[in-house]
């Protein structure tokens, strides 16, 4: 099981930036899979879930009306697609999967459970 993120890149606040991970040796269809980001400093924490639990996709407060996660099964890929960023946006983004039944909100909360992880893409909001 492998994820790769990438598209992470220095942006103006207010800008956008699209986030990609691919995932090799595995199907996204059969996991949960999420974007979460650490900022220097603090605790890794959730931007985005879609869950196989029920098929929806939730997104943190600070992402909300802002990000939106898709997901491209013909390329076995997720997106975050990142609007009116913030210098608070500043973090490594990261995707994970899990094959737990859980529900998305506990997802966001506790990005542990995550079971695999990719190396992580830099987003820097800056003027």
């Known amino acids: 099981v492998q994820l790769q993120a990438s598209g992470g890149g220095l942006v103006q606040p207010g800008g956008s930036l699209r986030l990609s991970c691919e995932a090799s040796?595995?199907?996204?269809?059969?996991?949960?899979i999420g974007w979460f980001r650490q900022a220097p400093g603090k605790e890794r924490e959730g931007v985005s879930v879609?869950?196989?639990?029920?098929?929806?996709?939730y997104y943190s407060d600070s992402a909300k009306g802002r990000f939106t996660m898709t997901r491209d099964n013909a390329k076995n890929a997720v997106y975050l697609q990142m609007n009116s960023l913030k210098p608070e946006d500043t973090a490594v983004y990261y995707c994970a999967a899990d094959a737990t039944y859980y529900s998305g909100f506990y997802y966001l909360n506790r990005p542990g459970v995550m079971d695999y992880w990719g190396k992580g893409t830099l987003v820097t909001v800056s003027s």
């Open positions: 040796g595995f199907t996204l269809d059969d996991y949960t």
């Open positions: 879609f869950s196989i639990n029920d098929g929806a996709t």
